[in-house]
C-alpha cells in the first residue's frame, strides 16, 4: 500500500513503538491522527499537524470519539495501527481477576472495537489496512508472562480471521511482533515484573525506530507478519520444532523448573 496521503490512525501514540510510528508514517507523507493517554505525549510525537485525541481506549466513549474526530477531520480512515497495549508479569493461576480483565481489555478488546468502528468506513470505500501490534509472545508463550501471551496470541488469531472476512472487500490485516524493544514497556505494566534473566536480554533489544521501519515497510509490500528483528523467525522455528526442549529452558528462566 503507498502510504503518501493515507490517513493512519495510531493507538498508544505518545510513546515508544507509537510514537516512532507516528514519525515513520508522517516522513512517508500520512495524515496522521494519534491517540494515547498523554496529551502533551501526543502533542510532542505528532507536531503541530497531527490530529491527537487522548483519553483511556477501554472506553467506548473514548473510541467512538477517536474515530469520528479522524472522520471529520481526514474524512477517511486508510490504515488502522492498534499500537496500544500493558504487559502482566505474575502466574496465571494467581493473578487477580481484575488484572487478567484488564489486560485483555486494553489488548484485545479495545483493538476489536476499534476495528467495528474503522472498518465500515473502510469497506465504504474498498480499502484499507489493519495493524495489529502483538508480540514474539503470541507466537511463543512466554511463562514468565503467560496472560499476556495470551493476549498477544488472541490478536494474531483474530487478524488472520480478520483478513478472510475481509477479503472481498480490499482490506488487509497485518499482525506486528515485536522481540524486546526499548521502551518503557517493563515500567508501565499491569502488575509484577520480568525475570532478572529476561531484563539482561535488554543488551539484544532493538529501537522504536527499528521497529516503526519494519512496521511501515511491512504496510507498503501488504505484509500478513511481520517479526522484528527478523531472527525472532528463528525461536518461532525452534519452539514449533522443538516444543519440549524449549519449554524446559524457559521453565528454567521463569525459576517454575
Same mark, same amino acid.
Given at each position: 500500500?503507498?502510504i503518501?496521503?493515507?490517513?493512519?490512525?495510531?493507538?498508544?501514540?505518545?510513546?515508544?513503538?507509537?510514537?516512532?510510528?507516528?514519525?515513520?508514517?508522517a516522513? +512517508? $507523507?500520512a495524515?496522521? #491522527?494519534l491517540?494515547? %493517554?498523554?496529551?502533551?505525549?501526543? !502533542?510532542?510525537?505528532?507536531g503541530?499537524? =497531527?490530529?491527537?485525541? +487522548? $483519553?483511556?481506549?477501554? #472506553?467506548?466513549?473514548? %473510541?467512538?470519539?477517536?474515530?469520528? !474526530?479522524?472522520?471529520?477531520?481526514?474524512? =477517511?480512515?486508510d490504515?488502522?495501527?492498534?499500537?496500544?497495549?500493558?504487559?502482566?508479569?505474575?502466574?496465571?493461576?494467581?493473578?487477580?481477576?481484575?488484572?487478567?480483565? =484488564?489486560?485483555?481489555?486494553?489488548?484485545?478488546?479495545?483493538p476489536?472495537?476499534?476495528?467495528?468502528?474503522?472498518?465500515p468506513?473502510?469497506?465504504a470505500?474498498?480499502?484499507?489496512?489493519?495493524?495489529?501490534?502483538?508480540?514474539?509472545?503470541?507466537?511463543?508463550?512466554l511463562?514468565?508472562?503467560?496472560?499476556?501471551?495470551?493476549?498477544?496470541?488472541?490478536?494474531?488469531?483474530?487478524?488472520?480471521?480478520?483478513?478472510m472476512?475481509?477479503?472481498?472487500?480490499?482490506?488487509?490485516?497485518?499482525?506486528?511482533?515485536?522481540?524486546y524493544?526499548?521502551t518503557?514497556?517493563?515500567?508501565n505494566?499491569?502488575?509484577?515484573?520480568s525475570p532478572?534473566?529476561?531484563?539482561?536480554?535488554?543488551?539484544?533489544?532493538?529501537?522504536?525506530e527499528?521497529?516503526?521501519?519494519?512496521?511501515r515497510?511491512?504496510?507498503?509490500?501488504?505484509?500478513?507478519?511481520?517479526?522484528?528483528?527478523a531472527?525472532?523467525w528463528?525461536?518461532?522455528?525452534l519452539?514449533?520444532?522443538?516444543?519440549?526442549?524449549?519449554?524446559?529452558?524457559?521453565?528454567?528462566?521463569?525459576g517454575?523448573?
Amino acid at each position: 500500500m503507498k502510504i503518501e496521503g493515507k490517513v493512519v490512525l495510531i493507538t498508544g501514540a505518545s510513546q515508544g513503538i507509537g510514537a516512532a510510528c507516528a514519525a515513520e508514517f508522517a516522513r +512517508a $507523507g500520512a495524515r496522521l #491522527s494519534l491517540t494515547a %493517554r498523554s496529551e502533551t505525549g501526543l !502533542r510532542i510525537a505528532g507536531g503541530p499537524h =497531527a490530529l491527537v485525541t +487522548a $483519553g483511556d481506549l477501554t #472506553s467506548g466513549e473514548v %473510541r467512538r470519539r477517536v474515530v469520528d !474526530r479522524t472522520i471529520e477531520r481526514y474524512g =477517511a480512515i486508510d490504515i488502522l495501527v492498534n499500537n496500544a497495549g500493558a504487559g502482566l508479569y505474575g502466574p496465571s493461576w494467581s493473578v487477580p481477576m481484575e488484572q487478567a480483565r =484488564a489486560l485483555m481489555e486494553l489488548n484485545f478488546f479495545a483493538p476489536l472495537a476499534l476495528a467495528q468502528l474503522a472498518v465500515p468506513h473502510m469497506r465504504a470505500r474498498s480499502s484499507g489496512m489493519i495493524v495489529n501490534v502483538g508480540s514474539i509472545a503470541g507466537k511463543m508463550t512466554l511463562p514468565w508472562m503467560t496472560l499476556y501471551s495470551v493476549s498477544k496470541y488472541a490478536l494474531g488469531s483474530w487478524t488472520e480471521g480478520l483478513r478472510m472476512e475481509l477479503a472481498r472487500d480490499g482490506i488487509r490485516t497485518m499482525i506486528v511482533c515485536p522481540g524486546y524493544v526499548q521502551t518503557a514497556f517493563q515500567k508501565n505494566v499491569i502488575a509484577g515484573h520480568s525475570p532478572e534473566k529476561v531484563q539482561q536480554a535488554r543488551s539484544f533489544a532493538i529501537r522504536p525506530e527499528e521497529c516503526a521501519a519494519a512496521i511501515r515497510r511491512g504496510v507498503e509490500r501488504n505484509a500478513r507478519t511481520v517479526v522484528t528483528p527478523a531472527a525472532g523467525w528463528v525461536l518461532i522455528a525452534l519452539i514449533r520444532l522443538f516444543p519440549g526442549i524449549v519449554e524446559s529452558r524457559m521453565a528454567h528462566i521463569n525459576g517454575t523448573a
